[in-house]
């Protein structure tokens, strides 16, 4: 985490600040900004209690009892807008919570959007290998992980950098255990991710600005790879989702429709490019089948990735049946099957 982040004049918001050690650091720093800290519990440790002193010996307000999940509730919070909000080592508490913990960031995610300014930036620290994205080292698999890119987007927020936590930066910083216990635990290797507000993705902005005529592709294009090779061959802008990124998750659902002797593999490709290839990471053939009365069926298995737009599970599912499933209908003249 450095310091640059924190720019002059910006009010930042410290939640689930634990013992309050990381904001006399940040105080020390003299970086001229708006300070609030902030910690989940009702009673403070005994350090806890001396460095809320020191704060507030510097003019910069405390509050105990702040739920991070439920941001919006808090009175006085609740009317006031933050440029940065910082979420240090986020934990339900007890080993083996991953679910617990996913849930947590969910629900943080969700509520920190309703006080968080235009603009506005979400710093949150992990343990390595935590987050599941390819930033950790080593880097753990996706579902054995918190999942933060997942459920930071039921927010609408989008991870747009990562990088160290250095806690030499911050040497006075304590980072203690559940329930602010003075107990310690390592964060060597911790990340810092960073996370911007953004539009979710919908029928309207999933779409490349510049679109592919099908005379620009071979017809004989038989699979999405190939598609994509030609693609960037061209002297254009190519917009797609597939741009290096530190980003793990991807989701995949397969499509049928029914086709005629005519159909082309290569037309589907430039269907799904020129409506949704901000979202579409790839198209693979899964297999056809015939019917007693000729009639044929084709089923394709859709990727979808993006480090545009914010994409979870629930949201990626509606994408799929309703919007990707009316384009491929509205522009190949097929019937999708649901």
Not at 61 to 79: M, P
Not at 115 to 139: H, R
Not at 228 to 243: G, M, V
Request: include cysteine; proline fraction near 2%.
């Amino acid at each position: 985490m450095k310091l640059s982040l924190f720019e002059n004049q910006k009010n930042v918001l410290l939640v689930g600040e634990g013992n309050f050690s990381f904001a006399v650091t940040l105080a020390n720093r003299n970086l001229n900004i708006n300070l609030t800290a902030t910690c989940y519990e009702k009673n403070v440790v005994e350090t806890g209690k001396k460095n809320i002193e020191v704060l507030k010996a510097m003019g910069i307000r405390v509050f105990c009892e702040v739920d991070a999940t439920k941001l919006e509730e808090h009175d006085i919070l609740k009317l006031e807008h933050f440029d940065i909000i910082v979420f240090n080592f986020p934990h339900v508490g007890g080993k083996m919570r991953i679910e617990k913990n996913r849930e947590l960031l969910k629900k943080f995610f969700m509520s920190v959007k309703t006080i968080l300014s235009k603009d506005g930036t979400i710093l949150m620290s992990l343990c390595n290998g935590q987050g599941g994205t390819l930033a950790d080292n080593p880097c753990r698999n996706w579902n054995d992980s918190w999942k933060v890119v997942e459920m930071a987007a039921y927010g609408s927020f989008i991870l747009v950098g990562i990088e160290p936590f250095d806690s030499s930066i911050f040497q006075t910083y304590t980072v203690t255990g559940y329930r602010s216990l003075e107990k310690k635990f390592n964060t060597q290797g911790s990340l810092t991710h960073i996370f911007k507000l953004v539009d979710e993705p919908n029928i309207h902005n999933i779409a490349p600005k510049e679109k592919i005529e099908l005379s620009m592709i071979q017809e004989d294009t038989v699979n999405w790879k190939d598609f994509f090779k030609q693609l960037l061959c061209f002297k254009i802008k190519i917009e797609s989702c597939i741009n290096e990124s530190f980003i793990q998750n991807y989701y995949k659902f397969d499509v049928t429709f029914s086709v005629d002797s005519h159909f082309q593999p290569v037309k589907l490709y430039l269907v799904l490019y020129n409506f949704a290839g901000l979202l579409i990471n790839d198209v693979e053939f899964i297999g056809s089948y015939k019917f007693s009365n000729l009639k044929e069926t084709q089923t394709y298995r859709i990727t979808y990735k993006s480090n545009k737009f914010p994409l979870h599970r629930k949201l990626v599912v509606h994408i799929h049946n309703e919007i990707i499933g009316s384009i491929i209908e509205n522009n190949l003249n097929v019937i999708v099957s649901r």
